[in-house]
């Protein structure tokens, strides 16, 4: 005795909703963990400082506008970082700050970068950069301190600017 039956494909129904409930739920967990990553950031969080007009001599290779806005602190530690490099780094930091950060004490600096995100550490930041550190900057208000993350950029054989931008006050 033989039954002639069908060739057909056993399955499950294709679910529809359940992936597009999961896709939205993904959306919206990414979203709301930007919103607490950024939640203390100041406003220029994830905007690097990239002057136009290239670096000035005065500035000692940073890329910077027609002067720096703010002096260096006098209190500059350098942690394994060079001199000329951890005095270029601290200026390169000083620019990212805002406007209205008020006077810093102090500055430390060091050689590995702050990156616990994507939102510390923006791929697009770094790629095609090569990683000089961070620097840690005190305020006389007795405020927050700012984390500023500091990379170089290459935009030729020979031009060299740095790129610095807050990661966080702490």
């Known amino acids: ?40 950031a100041a406003p220029n969080h994830q905007r690097p400082v ?26 500059l530690n350098c942690r394994d970082v060079d001199g000329a490099t951890c005095r270029r780094m601290a200026k390169a930091a000083m620019l990212a700050l805002p406007a209205e950060a008020p006077d810093a004490i102090d500055a430390t600096v060091w050689r590995s970068l702050l990156c616990n995100s994507t939102f510390d550490c923006p791929p697009t930041y770094i790629e095609g950069s090569a990683p000089l550190g961070s620097v840690i900057i005190r ?32």
Do not use: Y
Request: hydrophobic share 50%; net charge positive; glycine share 14%.
């Open 139 to 170: 305020f006389a208000d007795g405020g927050p301190s700012a984390a500023v993350n500091v990379v170089e950029g290459r935009s030729g054989a020979a031009l060299r600017t740095l790129r610095a931008w807050v990661v966080r006050w702490i």
């Open 50 to 75: 990239v002057p136009s007009g290239g670096p000035s001599a005065d500035t000692n290779g940073v890329a910077a506008g027609p002067s720096l806005p703010r002096p260096l602190p006098t209190n």
């Open 1 to 40: 005795m033989g039954f002639e039956v069908p060739v057909s494909g056993v399955d499950r129904p294709p679910a529809r909703g359940g992936r597009l409930v999961a896709a939205g739920l993904l959306v919206l967990a990414t979203v709301v963990a930007a919103a607490v990553a950024t939640a203390g």
